[in-house]
């Protein structure tokens, strides 16, 4: 047929296939988001996400364990409070559920384990913003920073290796770290949610915090039409000092993580967030898909865009089929 260049040639066996794979997957790059609800007796199902609970005290240091084994890179403890208000004064409690979780999971895991907190107010709020709220009803930046900046310190004194700057406050990255290092934690990570849009796939992450959201989050969060917007707030969160940049979510703005990737020189991660995940959750319940299979397709896509770290409630999962499949 006189071809010289047969392509099929690399993909004729599953060896020669692993061994010319451009990109891969390691257990070591998953992030597992947990969630600690105070006061729960019993782990609480959260619909819409198969396999993920509310975690009570003891299954939450039963989690850990169970990530330290899969071998998985870290974890991202949400904390959510019996009672709330609207300065959500619980965030910058020591005693409190996120602080108490952070303490238990550094005691378990050591350094074996990445502990990442998140760091923003919603899950403490009663009006279910990021932010505190000015006279007027609207997001008050600037007084939520100073929240930030005390809440980050009560995080890594309680162990945390890495906060998760979620909140989408302007200037938020700069006044974390300006706190952090002032009281000594200078080798406190931030992950910075540099690119995070007002999304239509965050649902069951809200039965997750048991977010008592009232309006949105257009104001904060990014629309999610815009890439220039996302550079912007990417360089500025670089300079401020984050150690790694967030784009949330994953599979949405696959083009925003790969610009992102291309634009700094600092370490890039993608959340495959809890709307993303349920969609994928319910083709493979129906029969429409092969879930397992899919899984790693999209987490294949995520590392092909450039992330370095994966967040994801597939972690512990996502490790076996990697070394089941990938080995």
């Not at 932010?131 to 008050?140: A, E, K």
């Not at 906060?163 to 200037?171: C, E, H």
């Amino acid at each position: 047929m006189g071809i010289i260049e047969r392509p099929r040639r690399l993909r004729s066996t599953a060896k020669l296939r692993a061994m010319v794979r451009d990109t891969s997957i390691s257990p070591s790059s998953l992030i597992l988001p947990i969630f600690i609800r105070e006061g729960l007796t019993n782990p609480k199902p959260i619909s819409g996400m198969p396999g993920v609970l509310q975690h009570t005290k003891d299954s939450f240091k039963s989690e850990i364990d169970r990530a330290m084994r899969a071998g998985i890179g870290g974890v991202m403890i949400f904390g959510i409070p019996e009672e709330r208000d609207v300065m959500g004064s619980q965030a910058l409690n020591p005693s409190g559920v996120l602080s108490t979780a952070i303490r238990e999971a550094r005691n378990i895991a050591g350094d074996d384990l990445v502990i990442a907190a998140d760091l923003c107010l919603d899950e403490f709020t009663s009006h279910g913003h990021c932010g505190v709220l000015d006279t007027q009803g609207s997001i008050d930046n600037d007084a939520t920073l100073k929240i930030y900046g005390e809440m980050s310190k009560i995080l890594a004194q309680s162990g945390a290796h890495m906060v998760g700057t979620s909140g989408m406050m302007d200037g938020q990255v700069g006044v974390v770290r300006s706190a952090l290092d002032s009281a000594g934690f200078t080798d406190v990570l931030i992950l910075a949610y540099a690119a995070k849009f007002a999304s239509a796939f965050y649902g069951p992450f809200r039965e997750a915090v048991e977010s008592q959201l009232e309006g949105n989050r257009n104001t904060y969060q990014q629309d999610p039409g815009n890439i220039k917007e996302s550079m912007r707030e990417v360089r500025l969160d670089v300079a401020e000092g984050a150690d790694i940049i967030m784009v949330k979510p994953g599979i949405a703005y696959l083009d925003i993580l790969y610009a992102t990737t291309q634009a700094v020189d600092v370490p890039t991660a993608s959340y495959i967030v809890s709307g993303e995940m349920a969609m994928l959750e319910a083709a493979a319940a129906q029969g429409l898909i092969d879930r397992e299979r899919a899984i790693l397709e999209v987490l294949s896509s995520v590392r092909r865009a450039g992330a370095s770290v994966i967040c994801t409630y597939w972690a512990i999962e996502a490790a076996e089929l990697v070394r089941k499949n990938f080995a």
